[in-house]
């Protein structure tokens, strides 16, 4: 069967040209098709391989069984006789081989050296420890994190159903004091100490590659933490101060396609709805929790207070997010609301959304995984669960039909019935 393309073809194209023009380079790819494997084939399927082939706008998915033993060559198109035109070509198209495998090395070494360039993390004591007897990983996880960022509370909810120990690291969203020892300043980050498995501790990046790891590492305990991490890249791109990271396959999961309990079908949804999270539902959350100057106030006294400020930060320091954070995310909200073309009320927009995932759900099944939440029903409640304490939460049980699932989930999550 074909191997399907495990990213935006249209995304990755243009990931790559812009790298490229970055780099003064001008390169016509379009006769060429370009693999890269970076998955051993033991652990995934032929369907699931990294595979990211011909970097031109349409799709080419044939490949030879020899691919499977090749991690980086090319291929033209067509078939040229040994002409001197036809020299004269090959020339032109090793030139631009070459060319290219560097720009695209440049474009990968950009990705990876965020980790590479990361200092030894030093102690930090933990905010608090969440401790499962049931918990046979052996795994020692510290989650770096802030309280009600929406993507730390899908991290977590995945973390407590499926019964991980783990330590908590409270990172004070103005200082980031706690995170001065990476160069990724964004939260979650779940470190994953070292062990007989894994030699050094890894550092697991963006919530989604975090609930994939653990995900592929449930499936396939004998996988090591660091070979599972290292089928999900980072490309990163300046955007002008700023850096854009972009995690490639985080929505699927790495494991012997023989051991899957789960249909293509069931996959194919779980993956959507992921991402529908992600790049969906979580935009409905600033504009309304700080829909007022009111409302941003309560959020943030509500994060204060679930988040255990006052023990984990000086008074100076709590008062000074409580109130210069509600007065930049009461302006943001306002920006986001543009941003993302919401209604001039955006608690329908955010009604909208909880209605969408209900009818996806369906009345037939407790969850979208069945009987069982799945990882898109951990991401939906993980982000809705981050405005649990605002006006907003509350609205939304009022005017929609979302509250019985959410209740199923809080349920399953804080009983760890995900094992």
């Not at 990046?205 to 994939?212: A, E, L, R, T």
């Not at 959304?353 to 069945?370: I, P």
């Not at 069982?372 to 049980?397: H, M, T, W």
Request: proline share 3%; net charge positive; hydrophobic share 35%.
């Amino acid at each position: 069967m074909a191997a399907p393309l495990l990213m935006s073809e249209k995304t990755l194209l243009l990931t790559v040209v812009n790298s490229i023009r970055r780099r003064h380079f001008s390169i016509n790819l379009v006769n060429y098709k370009l693999n890269i494997s970076r998955c051993q084939s033991r652990f995934i399927s032929t369907q699931n391989q990294l595979w990211v082939h011909r970097l031109n706008a349409s799709s080419f998915y044939g490949r030879s069984r020899s691919d499977h033993h090749d991690q980086l060559h090319y291929n033209q198109d067509r078939h040229y006789g040994h002409s001197e035109k036809s020299s004269k070509i090959g020339i032109v198209a090793v030139a631009a081989a070459t060319v290219t495998c560097f720009g695209l090395f440049k474009l990968f070494w950009d990705g990876f050296k965020i980790f590479a360039q990361e200092s030894e993390r030093p102690y930090c004591k933990p905010s608090r420890q969440v401790v499962i007897p049931t918990d046979t990983s052996g795994l020692k996880l510290t989650l770096y994190q802030y309280q009600t960022c929406p993507f730390c509370c899908k991290v977590r909810a995945a973390l407590d159903y499926f019964g991980f120990s783990y330590d908590v690291i409270e990172v004070n969203s103005v200082t980031k004091k706690q995170l001065k020892w990476s160069d990724y300043q964004k939260v979650p980050v779940l470190v994953v100490g070292a062990n007989a498995e894994n030699k050094q501790e890894v550092r697991l990046k963006d919530s989604s590659v975090i609930i994939s790891v653990l995900e592929s590492y449930r499936q396939d305990p004998k996988a090591s933490i660091t070979q599972l991490n290292s089928y999900y890249p980072c490309l990163t791109e300046n955007e002008g101060r700023k850096i854009k990271y972009n995690f490639l396959n985080k929505y699927f999961i790495m494991f012997p396609i023989t051991q899957d309990s789960k249909t293509q079908e069931e996959r194919i949804e779980e993956r959507q709805w992921r991402q529908w999270a992600d790049d969906h539902l979580v935009h409905m959350l600033s504009p309304n929790a700080y829909r007022t100057v009111g409302e941003a106030l309560q959020a943030f006294n509500y994060f204060s207070e679930v988040g255990e400020w006052e023990q984990n930060f000086t008074t100076l320091e709590r008062y000074v997010v409580i109130y210069v954070g509600a007065s930049v995310m009461y302006v943001m909200g306002k920006i986001l609301k543009q941003k993302y073309k919401l209604n001039d009320d955006v608690r329908i927009s955010l009604y909208e959304a909880c209605n969408e995932w209900v009818k996806a759900v369906g009345k037939s099944r407790l969850f979208m995984g069945g009987d069982k939440p799945n990882l898109a029903d951990l991401s939906v409640f993980g982000i809705l669960s981050s405005i649990e304490g605002c006006i907003a939460f509350q609205d939304v049980l009022q005017n929609t039909k979302i509250g019985p699932w959410y209740r199923r989930m809080k349920e399953a999550i804080q009983n760890h019935q995900g094992p």
